[in-house]
């Protein structure tokens, strides 16, 4: 009897220990729909590209990465969906993952990691903080930029 109890007492403890993740996606056929949609022209030059900016600010049920003040990604949690602006093209995002301090933000071809957030505190709805780096990977070539800052505004 007594094994049986420290069996269960150590299952709870690590079960106890599991991390929060929050999974965001998008429904399969609008994400296809919008990647055939979307016209995406190879960069000159292959090694590197270009992330342009958009005019999306945050708001409730989105997630928003800004770069000087500029906003570089748009993530709508509501609707599962997002874009970045990659070599001029609007580049659909399909998937936002989240846990504690980490967001990993995908599409076709396009893989986004922000790792080791630094979190203010939680004012209104909002949550927001700043990432030491973000890396992009898009066509298999990765650009990495600095002092990213995020606002999260979930809509729960």
């Not at 270009?50 to 945050?58: D, M, R, V």
């Amino acid at each position: 009897m007594k094994k049986t109890f420290w069996i269960y007492l150590l299952f709870f403890a690590v079960l106890s220990c599991k991390k929060e993740n929050t999974t965001v996606a998008g429904n399969a056929q609008d994400s296809l729909a919008a990647q055939d949609s979307a016209t995406m022209s190879s960069p000159q030059n292959p090694e590197a590209f270009g992330i342009g900016t958009s005019e999306e600010k945050p708001s409730q049920g989105k997630t928003v990465f800004t770069e000087n003040g500029n906003t570089i990604l748009s993530f709508d949690t509501n609707a599962g969906e997002g874009f970045m602006i990659i070599n001029d093209e609007k580049v659909p995002l399909t998937k936002l993952d989240f846990t504690e301090n980490h967001y990993k933000i995908t599409g076709k071809d396009i893989s986004i990691a922000a790792d080791n957030g630094d979190f203010d505190d939680t004012t209104g709805d909002c949550m927001s903080g700043t990432f030491p780096e973000i890396k992009i990977t898009y066509k298999g070539h990765t650009v990495s930029l600095a002092h990213i800052r995020v606002q999260d505004c979930p809509s729960y």
